[in-house]
């Protein structure tokens, strides 16, 4: 059974930062592409950051780059996203996701196999 559970999420003012973690289990994250999404209140999910199995290819939504970055370690199965610079529209909760695929072009457009529970994070004004 394949398994995302993220951590880190919380509160914090507009500025500052936060590190999501996404351990997983259940499936080695090297041969699939992991992703981040939010989804605010009211909103629908979108795409945050991908990087693909091998690490070597990462890509962002356009409202993010420059200030998030999405990282993994593969040896503990487990990917990162961190946050810089945030502001209180990205309040949201924050998904972690697994892809079918060691692309991240898939789960970019929302092709998953599995998510993850979701945090919660709020950026306060």
């Known amino acids: 059974q394949v398994q995302l559970v993220e951590s880190g999420g919380g509160l914090v003012e507009a500025g500052g930062s936060l590190r999501l973690s996404c351990v997983v289990s259940?499936?080695?994250?090297?041969?699939?592409?992991m992703a981040w999404f939010r989804q605010a209140p009211g909103k629908g999910r979108e795409f945050v950051a991908g990087?693909?199995?091998?690490?070597?290819?990462?890509s962002y939504a356009d409202s993010v780059k420059g200030r998030f970055t999405i990282s993994k370690d593969n040896a503990k199965n487990t990917v990162y996203l961190q946050m810089n610079s945030l502001k209180p529209e990205e309040t949201a909760v924050y998904y972690c996701?697994?892809?079918?695929?060691?692309?991240?072009?898939?789960?970019?457009?929302?092709?998953?196999?599995?998510w993850g529970q979701g945090t919660q994070v709020t950026v306060s004004s």
């Open positions: 996701a697994i892809g079918p695929r060691t692309s991240s072009v898939y789960a970019r457009l929302g092709i998953i196999d599995y």
């Open positions: 259940g499936r080695t994250i090297t041969n699939y592409a």
């Open positions: 990087i693909s199995g091998g690490g070597t290819m990462s």
